[in-house]
T-cell receptor, first 112, second 114 residues
């Protein structure tokens, strides 16, 4: 059962454009992580959010955790070719903080 | 620190063959895990370990064995390879079992079973 839905599944944009990708669930998460995976490599953690409404910034990337802790978004400003990759969200429940539930990811291509 | 290392990078097996995928980490992490990543299926947990001598099954454990004799090493054994096990396999570790901790992934092993 897929409990974390990511959208869009694929995104191809030009360098300099802005974009937002989403991670949604009907369940409440105690924390949510965003990873980026480049071709031929393993995922790398970008951020962890734990508080409803929390906003974190990492250079041109802005992450937000929904107030109800059921959804999250990742906004990239002025995308660069180096932002190309698969963006994955993963959440954990309060009742089982060992287990990560993974989304299928958003595949982003930023064209020069 | 080398982080999480995996060998081999690529492997081709015939149906019925067995092999071991190696994973090691030098960060003194308690928690280690194995995932497989398939198109349309995402990352699925195969087995995990919360410390040396302790292992447990994940979502898709059938056809795989693990052991954790040391903190550093967590090999994954394919007992009798099947085409359905064609996948990219990732080993991951984190400091403690709690998923609040950052998870570090290895570079992956790309396995093809003919």
């Amino acid at each position: 059962t897929q409990l974390l839905e990511q959208s869009p599944q694929f995104l191809s944009i030009q360098e300099g454009e802005n974009l937002t990708v989403y991670c949604n669930s009907s369940s409440v998460f105690s924390s949510l992580q965003w990873y980026r995976q480049e071709p031929g490599e393993g995922p790398v953690l970008l951020v962890t959010v734990v508080t409803g409404g929390e906003v974190k910034k990492l250079k041109r990337l802005t992450f937000q955790f929904g107030d109800a802790r059921k959804d999250s978004s990742l906004h990239i400003t002025a995308a660069q070719p180096g932002d190309t990759g698969l963006y994955l969200c993963a959440g954990s429940y309060a009742g089982n903080n060992r287990k990560l539930i993974w989304g299928l990811g958003t595949s982003l291509a930023v064209n020069p | 620190n080398a982080g999480v290392t995996q060998t081999p990078k690529f492997q081709v097996l015939k149906t019925g063959q067995s092999m071991t995928l190696q994973c090691a980490q030098d960060m003194n992490h308690e928690y280690m895990s194995w995932y497989r990543q398939d198109p349309g299926m995402g990352l699925r947990l195969i087995h995990y370990s919360v410390g040396a001598g302790i292992t447990d099954q994940g979502e898709v454990p059938n056809g795989y064995n693990v052991s954790r004799s040391t903190t550093e090493d967590f090999p994954l054994r394919l007992l009798s390879a099947a085409p359905s096990q064609t996948s990219v396999y990732f080993c991951a570790s984190r400091f403690k079992a709690s998923s609040y901790n950052e998870q570090f992934f290895g570079p992956g092993t790309r396995l093809t079973v003919l």
